[in-house]
């Protein structure tokens, strides 16, 4: 899970800002509260909603975790560009670092880790396993300098640490190596485990040919029915997996998922169409084509998934999404941007509050998204601590806020009423744009 997450010096944000998933005080929903008993007796939120106007920044922290996961998860070469795009509209933060820091729950233990990285190098990185009273530094990063606390020093690691490229991070080159039997390799790559299987970027999934590996999960047709998108069912025909044409790493990357989990499927789309592929039942690759049933007027019709429109199909790609964060148990982080987009309030209410109501103490999914839908900035349906507000200053410097830090009301259209008004910043002040001072003589095309 999720503790905390800091962004600095990246994109729009120019200083430090945080994402605090640790709960207030604030008794309002609280039977729904994630957990953590053992050693810890820490409660968090399952869900923040971030508002605020466009070009605030809100998206930007969306993409801070998404780089973040990139350098996690995907080993550079000698000379690869990380992911490097630092605050521009200030001449001293062009040079300096981006920096990003994560409080991370995994496996009965709290974790913190650190990174801060130019274009072509790691400048500092740090690991610290945090336990109820005391805590232990796993490793610290200097430049090439890396020192390695009591609990995993070993002189294979030392080996090791020698070979590590300036612009890869440490768990990215231990994970990309063959999986050692050894307590500080485990350590290491900590960071990477819990990214790779707990963060799941939503504006990132479904980028055409890009596979997502999600577990099969049916929607039934009784929640196909109260969506009301007039969709009856799925359509699922068997295509040979030779044919589709998508880059041979994103193919070992298919065939990675498939023989480690078997119980996933990977979602395709390309070319207009949708794809899932996953093991059969003798044992070898299976792929089928996807496509949605309406109801006609005399009959049930299958459309291409071409010929869905662009609403239909964001919605049903967050259907298994939000299906995924209701099964008992599961650790997943999912970050979703723009929620709103291209359906009505009344379909992200019925997804929020779908997975709201499986969230308990001993629940581990967390739902992180941005909105424009000022129908959403609801203390009937939030906790406050659980809604925040991203705003730009007229430098152009992003900042995260929660609404509670703030004193209002406690009505839904108090709250509303007090955004609007810049009372929480996040809102646009624009004047009527004059459009009879455009030249007269325009030709109209």
Not at 16 to 31: G, K, P, W, Y
Not at 164 to 188: C, G, H, Q, T
Not at 205 to 225: Q, T
Request: proline share 4%; glycine share 4%.
């Amino acid at each position: 899970m999720l503790l905390k997450f800091t962004v600095k010096n990246y994109r729009s944000f120019r200083n430090a800002s945080t994402l605090d998933m640790i709960a207030s005080n604030e008794q309002r929903f609280r039977s729904r509260l994630p957990k953590i008993k053992k050693r810890y007796d820490v409660t968090l939120t399952p869900v923040a909603a971030i508002f605020g106007a466009n070009a605030a920044g809100k998206s930007n922290f969306i993409e801070a975790l998404q780089d973040l996961k990139d350098v996690l998860i995907r080993p550079l070469q000698h000379g690869k560009l990380l992911p490097y795009t630092p605050f521009l509209m200030d001449k001293n933060t062009r040079e300096q670092p981006t920096e990003f820091e994560i409080l991370f729950f995994y496996r009965d233990k709290i974790y913190e880790y650190k990174i801060s990285y130019h274009a072509r190098a790691i400048v500092t990185e740090s690991l610290v396993e945090h336990l109820s009273r005391s805590e232990h530094l796993l490793f610290s990063r200097q430049g090439a300098d890396v020192k390695v606390g009591e609990k995993i020093e070993n002189e294979i690691l030392n080996v090791h640490l020698q070979g590590v490229p300036d612009n890869v991070a440490l768990p990215a080159y231990f994970a990309s190596m063959k999986e050692v039997d050894a307590e500080w390799w485990r350590k290491i790559v900590i960071p990477y485990r819990w990214i790779h299987s707990s963060a799941m970027i939503g504006s990132h999934f479904f980028a055409d040919g890009k596979p997502i590996s999600v577990p099969y999960i049916e929607i039934s047709e009784d929640i196909l029915k109260k969506i009301d998108i007039g969709v009856s069912g799925f359509d699922r025909t068997r295509v040979e997996w030779e044919s589709l044409r998508i880059a041979e790493s994103d193919k070992e990357l298919v065939l990675r998922s498939l023989l480690t989990e078997q119980t996933q499927r990977v979602v395709l789309e390309m070319n207009g169409k949708r794809f899932e592929a996953f093991i059969a039942d003798d044992g070898e690759i299976a792929v089928e084509e996807t496509r949605l049933v309406h109801h006609g007027t005399d009959d049930d019709y299958v459309l291409e998934w071409s010929q869905e429109s662009e609403g239909t199909r964001i919605v049903i790609r967050l259907l298994f999404l939000f299906a995924l964060l209701s099964l008992p148990r599961v650790n997943v982080v999912l970050l979703i941007d723009e929620l709103d987009r291209s359906f009505h309030t009344e379909l992200s209410r019925a997804l929020i509050d779908g997975f709201l109501s499986n969230c308990s103490p001993d629940s581990r999914a967390q739902l992180i998204f941005t909105t424009h839908d000022l129908l959403l900035l609801d203390p009937d349906r939030f906790r406050r601590d659980e809604m925040w507000v991203v705003e730009k200053n007229l430098e152009g410097s992003s900042s995260m806020i929660s609404i509670a830090e703030y004193n209002t009301g406690r009505k839904g259209a108090d709250l509303r009423k007090a955004y609007l008004a810049g009372r929480f910043g996040g809102v646009p002040s624009i004047d009527p744009l004059d459009f009879s001072e455009l030249p007269s003589d325009l030709s109209v095309v």
